[in-house]
């Protein structure tokens, strides 16, 4: 038997494919014999669905600086100097999401 819990539990590597095939069996099993947790598996979709179609979020300008701040911590040059943000910029290309 398979509980409510342990299906809702379970459904984000359900939903990603991420379940070793028995156990998915055991929540598809579940999934057609339980409303509740169908209509759960649905709105954990449809927030799914949201989600992924947010912009990726912008960090505002204090966060930009602390990062900025990081970077220079973390790739300060061996004469005891820093990069300024021209050199960061070469250093580290800006990578956006990728998808
Ligand atoms: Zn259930």
């Known amino acids: 038997m398979t509980g409510c819990e342990r299906v809702i539990a379970l459904l984000g590597d359900y939903v990603s494919g991420e379940l070793p095939a028995l156990v998915r069996a055991d929540v598809d099993q579940h999934l057609s014999t339980c409303p509740t947790c169908s209509a759960a598996l649905a ?11 947010l912009p990726p979020p912008t960090p505002s300008p204090a966060a930009e600086a602390r990062i900025l701040a ?30």
């Open 43 to 53: 709105e954990y979709r449809a927030v799914v669905r949201l989600a992924a179609s």
């Open 70 to 99: 990081a970077l220079r911590a973390a790739t300060a040059l061996p004469d005891g100097g820093t990069m300024d943000e021209t050199q960061l910029e070469i250093a580290l290309p800006a990578s956006g999401p990728t998808g």
